[in-house]
């Protein structure tokens, strides 16, 4: 009789999938955008990419092994996507010692210093990024200009650095359209910036696959994409002089990256769908509130890293009503 029952914690109901079928799926919904960075970029963005995930292994090998003395893990596929959104949110002629520097801030203090995978609070790569963004201001912002154009060295501002610094300067959004590629372009990738910011429609398509394998669910996204929409229309609608209308905001920039593949991350996302659409309100708010009134032209990063410190206080307060439970009625007098 004994050998009926197999008393074990929670979990007890399980999908068949692993951290490592997830994370390989993750990295296929990437590969149409990478291979896009490399057409656009050149051997460049191969380079940083290359770079990232090599550094990213081996820092995740060695501190497991020699200063954390467990088994290393590094074919669960995590460290190999944090290597490459890392190197989604660098330019591609950011210098190697500095690619380096970032894999170890994602791995060492990102990821490790919480105790790994499922224990991080916050997007091992955006830790990445930011610590590169205060670090090297100056090399993170630099970006090259299109490779097609056949001038490899020449870099130039991003549509929303040209766009931040013609309003400060009092240009008229009239003006500076004049300047930027249009919303078709930007759709397909003809503009500048980091490696995961030059097509939208590829990193949409990947967010489509993610979607079909249940990797994601739709409420972090869409939530994100709708509350920015819906601010910057609003001002947009307000004073169209001033600012840059929803389509810029939508298709330039790291918003479709961070909404993707950054902000929906298992570990630092919240559990439940309604804490999700708050999760997302808040990152929508604070990225256009970063790009309308803030110094940085981009908001995206620091958003998802504020929200994922709140995601704890979403995961307590906002639970899904448990299986049995009986609403409990008012005692009448």
């Given amino acids: 009789?004994?050998?009926l029952l197999t008393i074990s914690p929670s979990p007890h109901i399980h999908s068949g999938d692993s951290a490592r079928k997830i994370m390989f799926r993750v990295v296929y919904a990437l590969i149409p955008a990478l291979l896009w960075s490399v057409f656009v970029f050149g051997p460049d963005a191969l380079r940083v990419t290359l770079i990232a995930v090599v550094a990213c292994l081996a820092f995740e090998y060695v501190i497991q092994k020699y200063l954390m003395k467990i088994k290393p893990v590094i074919t669960d596929g995590s460290a190999l996507v944090t290597g490459i959104l890392l190197a989604f949110n660098m330019p591609a002629n950011l210098p190697w010692w500095i690619i380096v520097i970032g894999a170890l801030a994602s791995i060492g203090i990102g990821k490790l210093s919480f105790g790994g995978l499922g224990s991080n609070i916050f997007n091992p790569a955006l830790v990445g990024r930011a610590f590169l963004l205060i670090s090297f201001p100056v090399q993170m912002t630099s970006w090259p200009v299109n490779n097609r154009s056949g001038i490899?060295?020449?870099?130039?501002a991003t549509p929303l650095g040209i766009i931040k610094e013609g309003i400060a300067n009092g240009t008229p959004v009239s003006e500076i359209l004049k300047s930027l590629p249009s919303t078709v372009e930007m759709l397909f990738g003809e503009n500048g910036g980091?490696?995961?910011?030059?097509?939208?429609?590829?990193?949409?398509l990947g967010g489509l696959y993610m979607l079909f394998t249940k990797v994601i669910t739709w409420h972090i996204p869409v939530s994100i994409i709708v509350t920015v929409g819906i601010v910057a229309s609003a001002f947009w609608l307000v004073n169209p002089e001033v600012y840059i209308s929803p389509a810029y905001h939508?298709?330039?920039?790291?918003?479709?990256l961070g909404a993707i593949f950054m902000a929906t991350d298992m570990v630092t996302s919240p559990m439940n769908p309604k804490a999700q659409m708050i999760y997302g309100v808040g990152i929508g708010?604070?990225?256009?509130?970063?790009?309308?009134?803030?110094a940085y032209p981009e908001g995206i990063?620091?958003?998802i890293l504020i929200m994922n410190a709140v995601v704890p206080l979403l995961n307590r307060y906002i639970k899904p009503k448990r299986f049995g439970?009986?609403?409990?009625?008012?005692i009448k007098a």
Avoid: H
Avoid at 152 to 156: K, Y
Avoid at 194 to 204: D, K, P, Q, T, V
Avoid at 285 to 294: A, D, E, H, K, Q
């Fill in 152 to 156: 490899d060295a020449v870099t130039s």
């Fill in 301 to 303: 990063s620091f958003a």
């Fill in 250 to 256: 939508l298709l330039t920039g790291g918003l479709m």
């Fill in 1 to 3: 009789m004994s050998n």
């Fill in 194 to 204: 980091s490696l995961g910011e030059i097509s939208a429609i590829l990193l949409i």
């Fill in 285 to 294: 708010l604070i990225t256009i509130s970063i790009r309308l009134f803030g």
């Fill in 325 to 330: 439970e009986i609403k409990k009625q008012p």
